[in-house]
Every structure is written in C-alpha cells, then in structure tokens.
C-alpha cells in the first residue's frame, strides 16, 4: 500500500500502482469526471499515470491554469488531426498551450485565410464527436525519428535529433493522428464541448528571422459551450475597450513613428498621470517613505556589480561617455544602492523606505510592443526597503496591507501568486530558503490565499505578485514584493548594529502599480474610459446653451477652478443636443447645461454621465458634492 496526501491535507492508502484516474474515481465521480490531470509532487501527469510511492498528489480540473493547459495542449492536437485530415501536405511544427487557449505553427502550401477557420472548426467538432481515445506511447531517439520521416513531419524530425541520444521520446495517439509531444493530454476527445479558431498570424520556425516563415492558428476551447460564449463576450467587451483605440478616442496619448515603444502623453494624459503620481506621493508620506530622485544612465560597472549585466543585457540600452561604457537604466534598483551607501547607517535608522518615480528603458522586440501595456520606457513605482532581519515579517505584512489598501481605491480584486527560486539566480540555497520560507511566512500569517508560481521569482530572490482582475474578468500583474538578501552582499551594504560592529541589512524591492504607463493602460480598459469624477482629466464640461450666455457660464467654470475642480467650458456656436454628444463621447462625468433659466436663478442644470439628468442646483453646492465624492474615494486629493 501507498500512502497519497490530498490537497485538502487527507491522506489516504491505495493499492501501488493506482492510476490517478482511480484514485479521482474513488474520491467522487464527479472528481473523475472533471479531472484533467494532477500534480504529483509538483510533477504534471496525465490520468493514466501510475503511481508507485507515497506522494503528494493535486488532483486538477479546468478551473486550475495547469488543468486548462492540459486540456488547451489536448485542443492544439485536435487542431492539428483537422488540418492533416484537409490538408494532408500540410507540415507540423509545433502547438502549445497559451493563457486562454492555444496554437498550432504550421508548414502548408495553401495560404490560410478566415473563411478556412469555420471549416477547420467544423472538422475539430467532428474529431470531438468520434470520442477518440488519446494514448501515450514511447520510442527510442531512432525509432522516434523514423517514425516521423514516415509521417514527412520534417520539423519533428530536426526537434528530436536536439534530443540527446539516450532519450526515450514520447507521442501521443488519438485515431489515425499522431504527434511528438511531452504531454500529458486528457484521456480522450469527448470532453472538448467549446471549440473557436480565434485568428491567423505568421511565426518564424523557433522564433528565428533567419528560418522559414509559418502560418500560426490560434484557437480556444472549453469544457462547455456556455464557458465559450462568455469569453468570446469578453473578447468583444475588451475590442470595445481597447485602450489605444481609446487613448486617441480621449486624446491622452499617442505613439509615434518617430519613437516606437516611446509612448507620448497628451495634456489630458497628463492630468491622469499627475493625479496618479500625485496619489502615490501622497500615500507614501502617510506610511513613512522618503522619496529620491537617481540617474537614467550609470556606468556599466554598476551593472555587473548589481548582475543585470549578467542576467539582463540583453535588455539594455547601451552607449559611450568619455570612452567608458554605459547604459541606460532598465531597473531603479543599483541606483539606491548607491543612495544608501552615501553615509554610515546604523540599526536604529530600520526601516529604511525609499520611493522612486523612476524612468526605465528596456529593449523589447517591436513584434512584443503593445500600446502602453508593453513599451520600451515606463516609470516604475518603485520603492526599496533596507531592513533588520528581524523586520522582515512585519515589514511584509506592512506591505501587503499597504498594497490592498491602495488597490482598493481603485475598486481592483486580486489574486496572490508566490513566485520561487528560478533556474538563473544568484545565492546560495541557505539564502533562498529563508527568504522563501519569510515571504510564506506573513501570507500565512494574514490567512492570504495564494498560488505557488514554481521557478518565476527573480534572479536574486523570491517575490509575491499581485494581479488584478480588471471588471471583465482579465488579469493584470502589476504589483510585487521581492525579498533580497543578494544585492546588499554584491553592493556591500552594511549597518552599524548594537554591538557596534557592522552587519549586512536585507532588503525589499516593491512596486504596486508595475508601471505608471501599464496602469494608465489598465484603468482605460478596466473603465472603459468612463473614470471616475476623482481620476477624470475633465471632471466638468459646461455647456451654454447660447452665446448669451456664456458671461454667467465664465462664472462658474471660474469658482470651479477656483476650487480645484478640472472644467473645460464649450462656447462654440454649435446646437446644445451636439455639445452633450460631444461630451458623452468623451466620457466627462458631469455636464453642466446653462440657459437663460439659469442664468435667471443663478443655478446649474446637472446632467451625470452615468446617473443622467440631476436637476437644477446651486453651483456651491454642487462644487462641494463632487468635492465630496472625490474624498470619499481618496481623502487626500
């Protein structure tokens, strides 16, 4: 007999050799019936696999994003098994799992076009409806490689000859259709109810402009139709959104030829920007920062020291000064370095909290840049934390009910991922383990629900990452606490302890909006461009009816601007039914309508974008609701 501990921290005895179908099947059948695979000691495995020794073991259903790539890798397959079957000459690369769905690079005379999608969609239904049985099988690097010269399946060929020569290469068989793959798959493909081919694009064979261009598929699939439906609603509701087509739509920023991935703000960007900053500024004050200011480019030592130079460089933007060697910053952090180094700190200076507005460059590839969501320069809201190590937990714990309160502002939910020891880090284990075992430590403590991202942390130690969940449902990683204990050592920080003898601090590196640029972007599709009054570049349009009346109208945009309200006054000789469409098209909160009843009475009429018509009121009065209701959301701004 095995001992197996449950997720749920049961633990029960079977039979050696159990399969984890079985053990899914004698938990419940309806366990059974949604499983997709499992972790077994973190390991993914299908529901075939059997299992020989106590273990841990996680049974997975859609719900989980390791259970969906399993079910998404099974729908790359049928993908493929279609397109042979109508376009036998057609060459397979390969088909992964992606978030929200999957793809399949293909090799094919034939040029796709849309009109192809619904046919090859009809065929994967098809495929579905035969409920074939999906079996692994293994062979020899040889044998493997025969096999696929069989099949004329060129790029599988040259994808195990990387393989070394002892390896024992895998395939998985559903009908006639047979692919190269590491697996695992569900059981057959029965329970792809949902199936939508989504768009085409085109792929360099391994991501090489020097290989062969292909045709990629992309596609996404659940286990129910009524699962399908709702993404695709999601998908139209985020086009709607689209925060380019937005950001030109309410003039807040541009990118141009001149700079690609160099992201221009317009005024009204500007105002955005500036309340976000402004906020930002405002909260770290209250929770005891110190805010500095450090240099876009540093010479290149200063990179090897920090081992961006190692890790990252690919990444920098590099240049010369005086025939030394430079580079344009892509991370705040070295730079604080250097800040905490200008004098002796001692023990009873800890906390140490030091916030940064700081302006990075990063080089993406041009095929990667995307509005404001991936640029090329971004402002980090970053903030570096030199700490005791006994400070550590509640230090944490101070960050974390920091970075909630502040997201709460903003109406985001959010998940919590614990992001481990990456293959390509610095450290030692002893290092690793006690900075894993600290960040667990306060998320336990706080009862924090959170999802272990294996091998994601960064080069120089573990992190908490926040991702928000915008009001469609999509997910957005942007804030995140990494534990440091490598940077202090490389830089050589040092603080005079009790004992009067010098001592190594540790440190936090933080964000919570990521990037300033990448949260603009966020909020614009979070909104739909309909911010709130308190975050809103133009709070107040007023609106004369006549031109008659725009001495009273240069009245009260005045007192509004005398208080602090953002007002724009629209005098132009157009017809009043026209300015209000204006206005809803650019989504300002509240229109003020003013004709000669107002005028009379010395009141407003009140139109509420969201609310419609309020009424007449007086301008004070209305002045200190809206004032109202942007501290009720703020208190500070």
Known sequence: MIKIHLKDGSVKEYEKGISVYEIAKSISGRLAKEAMGAEVNNKVVGLDYKIEDDCELNILKFENRAGQDIFSHTSSHIL???????????????GPAIENGFYYDIDCEHRFVEEDLEKIEKEMKKIVSENLQIERFELPREEAIGLMKEHNEDYKVELIEDLPEDSIISFYKQGEFVDLCAGPHIQSTKPVKGIKLLSLAGAYWRGDEKNKMLQRIYGTSFPKQKLLDEYIHRLEEAKKRDHRKLGKELDLFSIQPEGPGFPFFHPKGMVLRNILENFWRSEHTKEGYVEIKTPIILNQQLWHTSGHWDHYKENMYTTKIDDQDFAVKPMNCPGGMLVYKTKMRSYRDFPIRMGELGLVHRHELSGALHGLMRVRNFTQDDA????LPEQIESEIKNLIRFID???????????????????????SDQEWDLATSSLKKALDSMDIDYIVNEGDGAFYGPKIDFHLEDCIGRTWQCGTIQLDFQMPQRFDLTYVG????????????????????????????????????????????????????SDYAKEVVAKMTEEGIRVELDERNEKIGYKIREAQLEKVPYMIIIGEKEVEGKTISVRSRDKGELGAQGVEAFIEELKGEVREKTMNL
């Open 498 to 549: 009790k004992d009067g003898e010098k001592h190594r601090p540790v440190m936090v590196h933080r964000v919570i909006f990521g990037s300033i640029e990448r949260f603009i972007g966020i909020l614009i599709e979070h909104f739909a461009g309909r911010f709130p009054a308190w975050l809103a570049p133009v709070q107040v349009k007023v609106l004369p009816i006549a031109d008659k009346f």
């Open 384 to 387: 570096h934390i030199f700490m």
């Open 405 to 427: 309160s502040v997201y709460e502002v903003f109406g985001f939910k959010y998940h919590v991922e614990l992001s481990t020891r990456p293959e390509d880090s610095m450290g």
């Open 80 to 94: 493929a098994q279609a397109i042979k079957r109508l376009y036998p000459e057609a060459k397979l690369a390969i």
